[in-house]
Antibody, heavy 118, light 107 residues
Framework: EVQLVETGGGLVQPGGSLRLSCVASGLTFSDSWMSWVRQAPGKGLEWVANIKEDGSQKYYGDSVRGRFTSSRDNAKKSVYLHLNSLRAEDTAVYYC???????????WGQGTMVTVSS | EIVLTQSPATLSLSPGQRATLSCRASQSVSSYLAWYQQKRGQAPRLLIYDASNRATGIPGRFSGSGSGTDFTLTISSLEPEDFAVYYCLQRIKWPPTFGQGTMVEIK
């Protein structure tokens, strides 16, 4: 079964940090760009970041650039999102997504909730 | 960035009726547009990619059309499980952007 499982969400104070993890199974992870997409409570979807198959290229949305960093470990079939200098507006469910060249965002994890509050 | 505008915001229909959802791009995205379905408490699910291709396992009642700036998702006959929020996405121009969503609700 093809699956992405995110972990690492939780409650963090403004200005704090968190690391989200996503483990893949059932797909050729090392051949896949991976993205992170978030959804604030009751709101729509926002693309956050992506990372190339070998980790050599990374791109970020304007709202998180300079604060969030993506990385990956293909041996562990894992991708990570490091969240720093967190703000209340970063509160959201964060989804790990396979970014297929043919199908686009075709495989989604179940999401992990990040709450930024004092 | 490319802005995707979905209409209507909410569509109130009965099971068995036809649903027509629109997505308009602020500039051409050729045919590189996808549609997603999201049910409450669940992750989005890919329905349509490249404007008109159904993803694996998606029922034939879902169809997509359009190119350039105007796109349509059609559900030919609504089933109870189709009541959800639908998003369009373009990823041909960086950054990838989503529409704000159309909620299909039971009338």
């Amino acid at each position: 079964e093809v699956q992405l499982v995110e972990t690492g969400g939780g409650l963090v104070q403004p200005g704090g940090s968190l690391r989200l993890s996503c483990v893949a199974s059932g797909l050729t992870f090392s051949d896949s760009w991976m993205s992170w997409v978030r959804q604030a409570p009751g709101k729509g979807l926002e693309w956050v970041a992506n990372i190339k198959e070998d980790g050599s290229q990374k791109y970020y949305g304007d709202s998180v650039r300079g604060r969030f960093t993506s990385s990956r470990d293909n041996a562990k079939k894992s991708v990570y999102l490091h969240l720093n200098s967190l703000r209340a507006e970063d509160t959201a469910v964060y989804y790990c997504v396979r970014d297929s060249s043919k199908y686009g965002f075709d495989i989604w994890g179940q999401g992990t909730m990040v709450t930024v509050s004092s | 960035e490319i802005v995707l505008t979905q209409s209507p915001a909410t569509l109130s229909l009965s099971p068995g009726q036809r649903a027509t959802l629109s997505c308009r791009a602020s500039q051409s995205v050729s045919s590189y547009l996808a549609w997603y379905q999201q049910k409450r408490g669940q992750a989005p699910r890919l329905l349509i990619y490249d404007a008109s291709n159904r993803a694996t396992g998606i029922p034939g009642r879902f169809s997509g059309s359009g190119s350039g700036t105007d796109f349509t998702l059609t559900i030919s006959s609504l089933e109870p499980e189709d009541f959800a929020v639908y998003y369009c996405l373009q990823r041909i121009k960086w950054p990838p952007t989503f529409g704000q969503g159309t909620m299909v609700e039971i009338k």
